[in-house]
């Protein structure tokens, strides 16, 4: 049941992140469509440069995003010395998991949180609250860890890290295109007073309407691409999520542990101190927000999280029996 959970997860997410993909080809080739003139060879010169502008885009956000997200919370390195209790949980895991051990942060906050992040197995970090050390056993503990250490060995961070990156390039392009049409609009020669700037134009009338067609463009990206990119997101992180949770039961091999953790956060109303979309997607879990759809969740409901837990659990004892 546990690994036939983990196959089940890996594979949603592979459709999902397919379906991701081919979203941003789709904007690629309507952005290239406008900008191509009708000539099929200009089309794939800037399909082309559409791709390549990608890969550097997400290349760039994959290789700053530990840095962007440690320097965002505040995180603190520790010591051994330190936090001895975290430090040997943390090495324990990371053994299980066979990867190199994370570095380890703490963060000053009271909400009770943690998550993964980096560029790899040689550098990753796991960083948790002052909140969630005070309210967690060590049983507790260990699951909350193993969930985190299960992303790194998965290379959830890397996904998640993607799934960001575009959500946020069809932003911005959205972006970019009304400005480029509002300039392009009011900017063009038959929009003056004066009839010589307008006669000397020539072809004003038409950089005009370029400019609207340009504008309404970027404007349906934003109403319409940018929702359904995030929807996408926040499924691709709910994927992460429950895979994540069944790993650190192959890790910890004590469902109970993740169970008791799950039920202490039920109990829980603190919002984490930074609260922005590059970092939510990572953490461990978040308070749900009254009357918002699960569509826009990035973390599956705690119920929902404890009854998948629970199922492995009652699987493992009928296995005793």
């Not at 320097?71 to 603190?76: F, L, Y």
């Not at 960083?127 to 005070?134: E, K, M, N, R």
């Not at 503990?141 to 250490?149: D, F, K, M, S």
């Not at 650190?248 to 993740?258: H, K, Q």
Request: charged letters at 20%.
């Amino acid at each position: 049941m546990l690994f036939e959970q983990i196959r089940k997860n890996k594979r949603n997410t592979v459709i999902i992140m397919g379906i991701f993909g081919g979203l941003i080809m789709l904007v690629g080739y309507f952005f290239a469509k406008s900008f191509s003139g009708g000539n099929p060879r200009e089309l794939w010169k800037i399909l082309l440069d559409w791709l390549l502008f990608v890969l550097l885009y997400i290349g760039f956000k994959y290789l700053t995003s530990m840095w962007t997200v440690l320097k965002m919370t505040k995180a603190q390195s520790v010591t051994e010395e330190q936090y001895p209790q975290l430090y040997h949980i943390v090495q324990d895991m990371a053994l299980v998991a066979h990867i190199p051990m994370p570095k380890v942060y703490v963060i000053d906050d009271p909400c009770p949180n943690a998550f993964a992040t980096g560029t790899s197995y040689q550098k990753a970090a796991v960083a948790v609250t002052t909140g969630l050390l005070q309210l967690m056993n060590r049983e507790e503990l260990e699951g909350v860890i193993g969930h985190e250490v299960s992303h790194i060995r998965n290379y959830d961070i890397r996904v998640s890290t993607i799934a960001v990156a575009l959500t946020a390039l069809v932003m911005l392009i959205g972006t970019l295109l009304v400005g480029i049409g509002k300039w392009t609009f009011w900017g063009s020669a038959f929009l003056s007073d004066d009839r010589t700037d307008r006669k000397e134009g020539g072809g004003s009338l038409y950089i005009g309407i370029f400019g609207i067609f340009i504008w309404i463009l970027g404007f349906l990206f934003l109403i319409i691409g940018v929702p359904v990119a995030e929807l996408l997101q926040f499924a691709v992180s709910r994927q992460r999520e429950s895979l994540a949770d069944v790993s650190s039961v192959e890790l910890t091999r004590n469902p109970a542990g993740l169970i008791s953790a799950f039920r202490k956060l039920q109990k829980v109303d603190l919002q984490p101190k930074v609260n922005n979309s590059t970092v939510t997607g990572l953490y461990f879990y978040l308070p749900k927000v009254k009357g918002l759809a699960h569509l826009f969740d990035t973390h599956p409901p705690l119920e929902e999280r404890i009854k998948r837990l629970e199922e492995i659990e009652f699987g493992k004892q009928l296995k005793r029996h």
